[in-house]
């Protein structure tokens, strides 16, 4: 069982900027791909930003050009860089962490950490 612990969430005015970060109990290279999630109240859960293994990066229409996530193998973690924060944004930030387990995949999920926009 991978631990997946997120940092970095607090209340924030709109225009601001967060950075998530989350460390795993292993290496994250073993990952194929990790992302951030989030989730507002009343709403599904959704994706903000994933990276596989490789690098290549997929980010939500809403967060494009605001939003960039990126990894430390040093250090076991993942960050996402929270820039010109909206209202909207505000939600609970999840970790996720992909790993192979055949015939297909295990997700991993830290416990969450919230992100409030507000003046």
């Known amino acids: 069982q991978v631990q997946l612990v997120e940092s970095g969430g607090g209340l924030v005015q709109p225009g601001g900027s967060l950075r998530l970060s989350c460390t795993a109990s292993?290496?994250?290279?073993?990952?194929?791909?990790m992302g951030w999630y989030r989730q507002a109240p009343g709403k599904e859960r959704e994706l903000v930003a994933a990276?596989?293994?490789?690098?290549?990066?997929n980010y939500a229409d809403s967060v494009k050009g605001r939003f960039t996530i990126s990894r430390d193998f040093g250090k076991n973690t993942l960050y996402l860089q929270m820039n010109g924060l909206k209202p909207e944004d505000t939600a609970l930030y999840y970790c996720?962490?992909?790993?192979?387990?055949?015939?297909?995949?295990?997700?991993?999920w830290g416990q969450g950490t919230q992100v409030t926009v507000s003046s």
């Open positions: 292993g290496s994250i290279f073993n990952f194929i791909a």
């Open positions: 990276i596989t293994r490789g690098g290549n990066t």
């Open positions: 996720n962490a992909r790993r192979e387990q055949p015939p297909g995949w295990h997700d991993d």
